[in-house]
């Protein structure tokens, strides 16, 4: 515990309490130490990479060969050595193994073989979306087709609708309106979606939620196909040009 020789005194002005400057210096020292120690105990950013060659620091290891095969447990030197004999490197995959597991491989050949794994899962992934539309009871029929035409687009793309009908003043004394509207809806797009929540009244508005019948990842695929169907065609278009204006040269 630390003893000061002068009190913190009190302002007769103020009223406030002043604590003499070697308090304060302490204090301030203090305050940088402990955030010093608190930032060593975070250890700032904490790297997702394996461990390799010279990076490995135990005695020995469980060496596996570059094709799988078991080679067992040898020392360091010999790892990094059969490393540099093999031309490639030496890779810690079970860190938390005794002793650790590590592998013979092409480092960078296997960090862009990840890469692309990665990106070509996040490409398939697929993230159910719950689209909204709004319409009023009674819609003019060029805007029902207008919005009609938005449902089937979002169906197509595998997501779902949520579809909503505002009632304003004294249409909310007349509820069915808006049901036999949502029942027009559901009748019209029911080969391309489902009611997956029937419609039901929340305050002023009436809520009904359409799915899709195909999946989004099925949506994605034929999206997919499609799109290199139209690039195929525009490629082939000039091909066909070109033998037309030859076909005709030669008339």
């Given at each position: 515990?630390?003893?000061?020789?002068?009190?913190?005194?009190?302002?007769?002005?103020?009223?406030?309490?002043?604590?003499?400057?070697?308090?304060?210096?302490?204090?301030?020292?203090?305050?940088?130490?402990?955030q010093a120690v608190?930032?060593?105990?975070?250890?700032?950013?904490?790297?997702?990479?394996?461990?390799?060659?010279?990076?490995?620091?135990?005695?020995?290891?469980?060496?596996?060969?570059?094709?799988?095969?078991?080679?067992?447990?040898?020392?360091?030197?010999?790892a990094l050595e059969?490393?540099?004999?093999?031309?490639?490197?030496?890779?810690?995959?079970?860190?938390?193994?005794?002793?650790?597991?590590?592998?013979?491989?092409?480092?960078?050949?296997?960090?862009?073989?990840?890469?692309?794994?990665?990106?070509?899962?996040?490409?398939?992934?697929?993230?159910?979306?719950?689209?909204?539309?709004?319409?009023?009871?009674?819609?003019?029929?060029?805007?029902?087709?207008?919005?009609?035409?938005?449902?089937?687009?979002?169906?197509?793309?595998?997501?779902?609708?949520?579809?909503?009908?505002?009632?304003?003043?004294?249409?909310?004394?007349?509820?069915e309106l808006g049901?036999?509207?949502?029942?027009?809806?559901?009748?019209?797009?029911?080969?391309?979606?489902?009611?997956?929540?029937?419609?039901?009244?929340?305050?002023?508005?009436?809520?009904?939620?359409?799915?899709?019948?195909?999946?989004?990842?099925?949506?994605?695929?034929?999206?997919?196909?499609?799109?290199?169907?139209?690039?195929?065609?525009?490629?082939?278009?000039?091909?066909?040009?070109?033998?037309?204006?030859?076909?005709?040269?030669?008339?």
């Amino acid at each position: 515990m630390l003893r000061y020789h002068k009190e913190p005194r009190l302002c007769p002005v103020r009223g406030i309490f002043h604590a003499p400057a070697r308090l304060v210096s302490h204090n301030r020292r203090y305050a940088s130490v402990r955030q010093a120690v608190a930032w060593c105990y975070r250890g700032g950013s904490i790297s997702a990479e394996p461990r390799i060659n010279d990076r490995i620091r135990v005695p020995e290891v469980r060496l596996v060969g570059p094709s799988g095969e078991q080679v067992g447990i040898v020392p360091l030197a010999k790892a990094l050595e059969l490393a540099q004999e093999y031309d490639l490197d030496l890779v810690e995959v079970a860190a938390n193994a005794r002793p650790p597991v590590c592998k013979l491989m092409d480092y960078g050949k296997f960090k862009y073989e990840s890469a692309m794994k990665a990106r070509e899962a996040r490409k398939n992934q697929a993230h159910t979306v719950i689209k909204e539309m709004k319409l009023r009871p009674k819609i003019d029929p060029h805007d029902y087709d207008t919005k009609k035409g938005h449902v089937v687009r979002f169906l197509k793309q595998g997501d779902k609708v949520k579809i909503t009908i505002m009632f304003r003043g004294r249409e909310q004394s007349r509820p069915e309106l808006g049901f036999r509207l949502l029942q027009r809806l559901a009748e019209d797009v029911q080969d391309l979606g489902f009611v997956e929540s029937n419609p039901k009244q929340d305050g002023r508005n009436m809520i009904m939620v359409l799915g899709p019948h195909k999946k989004k990842t099925e949506a994605m695929a034929e999206a997919r196909e499609a799109q290199a169907a139209r690039k195929a065609e525009r490629q082939g278009q000039p091909a066909q040009a070109d033998e037309s204006a030859d076909e005709a040269a030669e008339a």
